[in-house]
């Protein structure tokens, strides 16, 4: 079963838009990392917040974690059409396995 | 160029025949992962190996051997191979105390047929 379950499978924006992409997990976390999958490529760490973080910062990226909710959140502002790609979270509850979503799909038209 | 490298990139097999996916990582990590990527179901981890000389199962090790020959190799043995184990393979090295997550290889393709 998976860790992360990212929301919205796919997500289609204009140039200049902002892109938000949620994730949700079942058990509790020590952190949680976001990468990018540019398609037929291998993935790419943009993130990874603890579970004593709320919010980081990463040029345009905003990650926010609720350990409450159970759930982060990834905010691409001012997104690129070199944004387009898919978006994983994934989630640890140890200290060397992390549990990644299935994934959202963005695309970003120029 | 600092990294992990997989070989070989593409594979086409028999069912039933077997072969050995290569990974090497040249960061000095300690962790080393083997994850398959499908259509619609995001990565699966399928053995990983916390330092040299430990390995463990992740959420789909059935149908595969693993090896840490070493600090910087970890390969992936499919003994007999099926056509269920056709996907994408990722291999994958960290040093989680350094918090810049996990460095991906960029893929093996394979098809059993």
């Known amino acids: 079963s998976q860790q992360g379950e990212e929301d919205p499978q796919a997500l289609s924006i204009q140039e200049g838009e902002n892109a938000t992409m949620n994730c949700s997990y079942k058990t509790s976390i020590n952190n949680l990392q976001w990468y990018r999958q540019n398609s037929g490529r291998g993935l790419v760490h943009l993130i990874l917040i603890r579970s004593n973080e709320r919010e980081k910062h990463s040029g345009r990226l905003r990650v926010t974690l609720d350990t409450s909710k159970k759930s982060s959140s990834l905010l691409i502002t001012a997104s690129r059409a070199a944004d387009t790609a898919s978006y994983f979270c994934a989630a640890s509850s140890g200290t060397y396995k992390y549990i990644f979503g299935t994934g959202t799909r963005l695309k970003v038209l120029a | 160029n600092a990294g992990v490298t997989q070989t070989p990139k593409f594979q086409v097999l028999k069912t039933g025949q077997s072969m050995t996916l290569q990974c090497a990582q040249d960061m000095n990590h300690n962790s080393m992962y083997w994850y398959r990527q499908d259509p619609g179901m995001g990565l699966r981890l399928i053995y990983y190996s916390a330092s040299e000389g430990t390995t463990d199962k992740g959420e789909v090790p059935n149908g595969y051997n693993v090896s840490r020959l070493n600090k910087r190799e970890f390969s992936l043995r499919l003994e007999s191979a099926a056509p269920s184990q056709t996907s994408v393979y990722f291999c994958?090295?960290?040093?989680?105390?350094?918090?810049?997550?996990?460095?991906f290889g960029s893929g093996t393709r394979l098809t059993v047929v």
């Open positions: 994958a090295s960290s040093d989680l105390g350094t918090g810049y997550g996990y460095t």
